[in-house]
C-alpha cells in the first residue's frame, strides 16, 4: 500500500465531522479508522506535527469531487491528483495500464476543465519536490498543456482525452533519466542522448506492450518527436503528434534544471513561435496561456510586484495578486489588482525571487476569486 502525507489533504478534514479515510502513523501503523470525528483542532494539529499519513488510494479525488469543490479547495485536490500521478505512473507500466491511466487521469482533467488558470499557475509555478520527480511532472504539465489546447482547437471529448493521456504517457520509457538529468550537474553524455533520440519509439513499444490497443495514441506517442508530418499517418494522428512535441517544448523551457533557471513565459513564447512560424499547434498554445500567465511574476506600473493568479480578457490584462508594494515591501496579504485598469497595467515579468513561496496556493486562489475592488 502507497502513503502520502495527511498534509497533501488536509482540506478534507473538518473538525466534527467523521473522516473519509483511514489515517496512519509515519510508520504506517493505523491510527484512526474511516469515520473517526476528530473534536477540536489541536487534534488535527497533532496528527499532522507527527506525520500522519494517507493511503494513496483515499487520498486521490474523483472527479466528482473535484466539480463539487469550491474555488479555495481546488488547489489541494490538485497537490493530491498530482501526488497519485506521480506514485502511479513513476512506477514501471505493467498490463492493464490504459486503466491506470484513466484513473490517474479523470481527477487531473476535471481540474483543469474546473479551473484552467490553477493549471495553467501549476505549469508556471513548478514548486515543492519538482526537479526529484521532474520526469511524471513534466508529463502532467504536458497533459495539462495538451487539454488546453485541444479543447481550444475543438475537438471532440474522446480526442481531448487522447491528447491528455498521450502525453502523459509520451515519455514513460525514460520517466528515471528525466529526473536524472534535471539534477546532474554535468552535460548530458553520449549514452544518455541516445536514449532520449531513442525514447518516442520505446514509449510507443512499452505502451503497446502492457495492453495499450489505441493506435492513435500508439503513433503519436511514436511520432511527438519528428518535425514533419508522417505521410502513413492520419491527419489526426499528425495534429496530435504536432501538439504534443509542442506541449514538451514549451512547458521543458518553464522548467528549472539544477544548472539553469527556468525561462520566463513571455521568453518562452517567442522562443517558440520564432523556431515554430506557422505551425497552428504553437500558436494556439501561446494564445491559450497568453502573454503573462497564471504563476507569472509581473512589476506594474505603479511599481507595485505580484503574482498573475488569472488571465483576463486580453492576453496582456491579466489579474494580479500583489505581493509588494511599490518600494518593494512584502504586503501582510496579496491584494488583487485589474490590470487593464491604467494605473495597473504590467510593466515588466521579474524574476520571483523569494516572493515564490510567501503565500500559499489556497491564499492565491481567495484573492484570485475575490470580488475586485480596484
Known amino acids: 500500500m502507497s502513503f502520502v502525507d495527511l498534509a497533501v489533504v488536509q482540506q478534507r478534514v473538518t473538525v466534527g465531522i467523521p473522516l473519509p479515510f483511514d489515517v496512519y502513523d509515519a510508520d504506517e501503523t493505523l491510527l484512526l479508522a474511516r469515520g ?3 473534536e477540536t483542532d489541536d487534534q488535527l494539529d497533532q496528527l499532522l506535527q507527527r506525520g500522519a499519513r494517507v493511503g494513496l488510494a483515499d487520498a486521490a479525488p474523483t472527479a466528482a469531487t473535484v466539480q463539487a469543490a469550491r474555488p479555495e479547495e481546488l488547489p489541494g485536490l490538485l497537490r493530491s491528483a498530482m501526488a497519485l500521478a506521480c506514485e502511479t505512473l513513476g512506477k514501471a507500466p505493467t498490463e492493464g495500464y490504459e486503466a491506470v491511466v484513466d484513473a490517474v487521469a479523470e481527477p487531473l482533467m476535471a481540474i483543469v476543465e474546473a479551473d484552467p488558470d490553477l493549471a495553467i499557475f501549476q505549469i508556471i509555478r513548478q514548486e515543492g519536490n519538482y526537479l526529484t520527480q521532474y520526469g511524471v511532472t513534466h508529463s ?3 497533459a495539462f498543456t495538451a487539454f488546453l489546447v485541444a479543447t481550444r482547437f475543438g475537438w471532440s471529448e474522446a480526442d481531448v482525452r ?15 533519466l528525466q529526473g536524472q538529468l534535471a539534477i546532474q550537474g554535468f552535460p548530458m553524455t553520449a549514452a544518455q542522448r541516445a536514449l532520449i533520440d531513442s525514447h518516442p519509439r520505446r514509449s510507443s513499444l512499452m505502451l503497446e506492450a502492457v495492453g495499450i490497443s489505441d493506435l492513435d495514441w500508439l503513433a503519436a506517442v511514436r ?3 519528428d518535425t514533419e508530418p508522417c505521410i502513413d499517418s492520419s491527419t489526426t494522428v499528425n495534429e496530435l503528434a504536432s501538439l504534443l512535441r509542442s506541449a514538451d517544448t514549451y512547458t521543458a523551457k518553464l522548467s528549472p534544471r539544477r544548472n539553469r533557471e527556468a525561462l520566463s513565459a513571455d521568453v518562452a513564447a517567442r522562443l517558440m513561435f520564432a523556431a515554430n512560424r506557422g505551425d497552428p499547434a504553437t500558436a494556439a498554445l501561446v494564445k491559450e496561456f497568453g502573454l503573462y500567465p497564471p504563476g507569472c511574476h509581473v512589476r506594474l506600473t505603479c511599481g507595485e510586484t505580484g503574482i498573475v493568479v488569472r488571465r483576463g480578457e486580453l492576453a496582456h490584462i ?4 500583489v505581493t509588494n508594494d511599490a518600494h518593494g515591501r512584502p504586503l501582510p496579504e496579496p491584494i488583487r489588482r485589474n490590470t487593464a485598469q491604467p494605473d495597473y497595467k504590467v510593466a515588466a515579468v521579474v524574476s520571483s525571487g523569494p516572493a515564490r513561496m510567501r503565500f500559499s496556493a489556497e491564499t492565491l486562489q481567495r484573492v484570485a476569486w475575490a470580488p475586485s475592488t480596484h
Do not use: D, G, K
Not at 487522447?162 to 520517466?175: E, G, H
Not at 491579466?318 to 495578486?321: D, G, K, M, Q, S
Open 223 to 225: 511520432q511527438h518527436h
Open 162 to 176: 487522447r491528447a491528455f493521456n498521450s502525453a502523459l504517457t509520451m515519455n514513460v520509457s525514460m520517466l528515471e
Open 318 to 321: 491579466p489579474w494580479v495578486a
Open 140 to 142: 502532467i504539465h504536458c
Open 36 to 38: 473517526h470525528v476528530l
